[in-house]
Each structure stands twice: as C-alpha cells, then as structure tokens.
C-alpha cells in the first residue's frame, strides 16, 4: 500500500522479483532425490505458457527462477521456497514437475513471503497494526507506532540501481528534464542502458525513476550527453532552488 506520491512507483514493485512459500501435492510418491534432481531443472530461464485460470494471454514465454528450495518432503506433499520472476505461475510451476516426475502434480497451497524489497518477516506489517497506530495517534498524540507501520518511500527502490544527482540539477528533473552526465555525482556501476534507475539526492531523497539510456561504464567515461530519461517523478517542486533558471537569467 503506498501514499500521496508513492503510488507512482507501485507499478515497479509488482513488476519486481517475488518469493513464495509453495505445497505441492504429488499424486503419487517419488523418492527425494528424484524429486530433488527434478526441481532443479527448473532453475533458471524456463519456458511457461500460463494456465487456462489466468489473467493474461496464454502464451508461451520465458521465466526466470532465481531459487527453488525443498524444504519439507513427506512423500505427498512437497513444501517449497522459490525466488522467482514476476508473472512466474506457482500452480503451473508445480503441473510441469509433475509431468516431468511421471507422476503429475498440483499446488495445494501458495504464500508471497516477499515482493521486491519488502518481506513479511522484516518489513511488513498487518491491518490491524495500521488501525492500533491510528487510534493511538488519534487519542495519544504519538506517533511511535505509526512511524514503525509507514516506511519511508526511499524503501521502495532499494532494489534498484541509483543515480545520485547534484542539487543543482534536481529542480529542472522535477520538471521533466532529462538528466545529463553533468548532473551526476555517482552512478551504481550495475547499471546497464534500458535498465530503470532510482534517481536520488545527496541526501538519498527520492527524486523519481528513470531509463537509464548509457551502461554506468559509459556514464562514467563521458563528459556531456543525456544520461537517464525521466519515467515517474516522485518529488515535490520547489524543493531545491531552480539553478536551471538562474543561469538562463544570468546569461541576459
């Protein structure tokens, strides 16, 4: 859930890598090791097409599975732990072991433990925990509580490569200009042109996300040229002083 501004960046968390924790109900017993060799073909780019139930078009695609880990093994039910990519289908990640097996399968019970860099066991926080910090805000006067449930926006890009912008070139970002090589104080060395990136001050304010259109090796060479094409604006104008204007009236 993300407020005010935030909401422009919730499209990149959905679209970032999730994590499950997966039963899988084998309809006949095999042994562990055969289950386990199995399992582990399906780690890395797999070929999916989506299952009849589903709310995109059933076509044939590529998938990444970062982990996939046997945790629990009682001959019919399998628990398992897998870090995939987004768009990944548990129940037709568990149908195609199955088949493979020899013996079929399905999902019998499936929990997102982790979407992007948010996870149930350290960030995360329930409804009920959302109203106890209201109501104490509301009859209290104290915060506490409520900023433990409201995480800073920054969070929310912490899986994502960063540029770090110079003061001087924040306001005219704000206001949709691309950012070029100048404005750049440090760039992550992971990025690679296409990328999406996290726009952030000196301070690690937010500013907003961009598409990286040089590699950080070539950003980092370069001397002039655009370097990240705005795609979400997540700050406020009037911030940080509007240098771009200064100039423009200081050059009359």
């Keep these: 859930m993300a407020l005010a501004r935030m909401t422009r960046v919730v499209g990149n968390i959905i679209h970032s890598s999730k994590e499950y924790i997966c ?23 797999i070929y999916q097409r989506p299952p009849l139930r589903s709310s995109v078009k059933r076509a044939l695609r590529k998938k990444r599975i970062n982990e996939i880990e046997l945790l629990e093994y009682t001959g019919k039910y399998a628990l398992l732990r ?26 019998r019970e499936l929990r997102r433990i982790r979407t992007g860099p948010f996870h149930e066991d350290k960030n ?22 409520l900023r433990k449930v409201v995480l800073p926006g920054e969070y929310s890009v912490c899986h994502i490569p960063k540029v770090i912008v110079r003061d001087s070139a924040v306001e005219s970002i704000v206001h949709g200009a691309s950012l070029a090589v100048p404005g750049i104080v440090m760039v992550q ?37 655009i ?7 997540i700050m406020e104008p009037g911030i940080y002083p509007r240098m771009w204007r200064r100039q423009g009236q200081d050059s009359q």
């Design 82 to 107: 897998i870090d995939c990519e987004a768009g990944t289908y548990m129940r037709k990640l568990c149908w195609d072991a199955g088949l493979v097996l020899g013996v079929g399968a399905h999902m």
């Design 124 to 145: 995360l926080v329930r409804m009920h925990d959302v109203a106890m910090a209201l109501i104490r805000l509301r009859l209290e006067g104290k915060e506490d509580l």
């Design 227 to 233: 370097a990240v094409k705005p795609k979400r604006i």
């Design 23 to 45: 039963v899988m109900q084998l309809h006949s017993p095999v042994p562990e090791e055969r289950l386990r060799e199995v399992l582990e073909e399906f780690r890395g780019v």
């Design 189 to 225: 060395d992971t990025i690679k042109k296409g990328d999406t990136v996290a726009m952030l001050t000196g301070k690690g304010e937010l500013i907003g996300l961009g598409v990286a259109e040089m590699d950080a090796e070539t950003i980092i060479q370069s001397e002039k040229g």
